[in-house]
Every structure is written in C-alpha cells, then in structure tokens.
T-cell receptor
Framework: DQQVKQNSPSLSVQEGRISILNCDYT??????FLWYKKYPAEGPTFLIS?????DKNEDGRFTVFLNKSAKHLSLHIVPSQPGDSAVYFC?????????????FGSGTQLTVLP | DTEVTQTPKHLVMGMTNKKSLKCEQH?????MYWYKQKAKKPPELMFV???????INESVPSRFSPECPNSSLLNLHLHALQPEDSALYLC???????????????FGPGTRLTVL
C-alpha cells in the first residue's frame, strides 16, 4: 500500500518558467510533509517542509502548498533554473515520541531546459 | 551546519565478507536512521535509533546489524549479504526534542554497496 504517491515520474520545464511537482497521500495520521531534492549518487537534501496545520510555506524560489481535504501537496519552483534538475521526493512524517518515521514518494525527475 | 558524513563512499564485498558502514553527525541530534535505496526507488527505512537505543526495526534481515555506540555515531554491520542487497545505504539524523522543523531529517551522501 503506497501511502505517498508521486504520479509523475518525470517533468520537463523551460528555464525561467514555473515547475510544479505534485504529491498525494492517503494516511490522515501524517502530521508533517517535506520535500527533498536528490542528485545521482548523493543523499537527499532537505528543501522545504510544511506542517499539517498550515496550507502554504514559502522559502525563496520554493513554495509548498498543502490541501489537507484533498490529501494533496505540491511544490512550486519559480523561476526554474538548470541547477534545479534533480529527482524530487515528497515525504510524509508520522509517529509519536522522539523518533518519527518518514514515508517517501517514488520521486519525480525534474529537468529544467536552458 | 547540517552535515551528516558516511564512510566509505563505495564498498564492494563478497557474500562471505564482514564489513561495516559508518555514519557520523555533530549536530547534537538524538535520532539516527538507516535507509536503503535501490535505483529509481524511494529510500526505505531500515532502522531508527533514538537516544542511542534501537526504537524501530523495519523487519530487516539479521545479516544487517545496526549499532549506535554514542550519540554522534551510527554503524551498520554487514555479514553474509546477498547480491540483491546491493544498493545505496543512507544515514540520516534529526533532533528529537520537539515538533516541526526540529524533527527534519538530514541525510548523508550514502554508501554505494555492491555485493558480488
């Protein structure tokens, strides 16, 4: 049962335009959502996160939107740059206590064309 | 500073070998994690240590043996692995004292393991 889904395995965008990456989830117990960016042969790099009590969080060129009723979140990158080309993973956090678990989506390969 | 370091970067081992992967962080984080990632797949959680105690074991085979000797170090001991265990092994850490951003997991660069 895939609790976090990224239905688009790949996305190509022209430099300077907006990139929109989407993520859907099924588990209502998730309380925090994160986006990670991953280059080949490297570990995921944390980008931006959002609490389940908010609907928007912005950090520079990156904005994450959360629609809790639709169990959907999206990452907007504007303007897109060639250096943004990477695999983007959506992750959702659940659990209680001192160590919470992340469940990752399958990732979306973003290619920003110069 | 959000650095998690992992050694070695690459490891090739035979099915009868014993080897160890190492992970280190100096951010004062008290939760540390091991993930396994196969090509074109998301990271899959293997183990979670909280305050140097194993708190989550995601039904990982016993040929993988984690160890947390202190709050900064996390090891993964490998023995009698199979070729299908070849993957990128990622370590991560996070604070444990609060909610929200303090629980963000920061990942190391990974160890690329090949089992022959």
């Amino acid at each position: 049962d895939q609790q976090v889904k990224q239905n688009s395995p790949s996305l190509s965008v022209q430099e300077g335009r907006i990139s929109i990456l989407n993520c859907d989830y099924t588990n209502s117990m998730f309380d925090y959502f994160l986006w990670y960016k991953k280059y080949p042969a490297e570990g995921p790099t944390f980008l931006i996160s959002i609490s389940s009590i908010k609907d928007k969080n912005e950090d520079g060129r990156f904005t994450v939107f959360l629609n809790k009723s639709a169990k959907h979140l999206s990452l907007h990158i504007v303007p897109s740059q060639p250096g943004d080309s990477a695999v983007y993973f959506c992750a959702a956090r659940r659990g209680s206590g001192s160590a919470r678990q992340l469940t990752f989506g399958s990732g979306t390969q973003l290619t920003v064309l110069p | 500073d959000t650095e998690v370091t992992q050694t070695p970067k690459h490891l090739v081992m035979g099915m009868t070998n014993k080897k160890s992967l190492k992970c280190e962080q100096h951010m004062g984080h008290r939760a540390m994690y091991w993930y396994k990632q196969k090509a074109k797949k998301p990271p899959e959680l293997m183990f979670v240590y909280s305050y140097e105690k194993l708190s989550i074991n995601e039904s990982v085979p016993s040929r993988f043996s984690p160890e947390c000797p202190n709050s900064s170090l996390l090891n993964l001991h490998l023995h009698a692995l199979q070729p299908e265990d070849s993957a990128l092994y990622l370590c991560a850490s996070s604070q444990t004292s609060g909610r929200g951003r303090t629980d963000t997991q920061y990942f190391g660069p990974g160890t690329r393991l090949t089992v022959l």
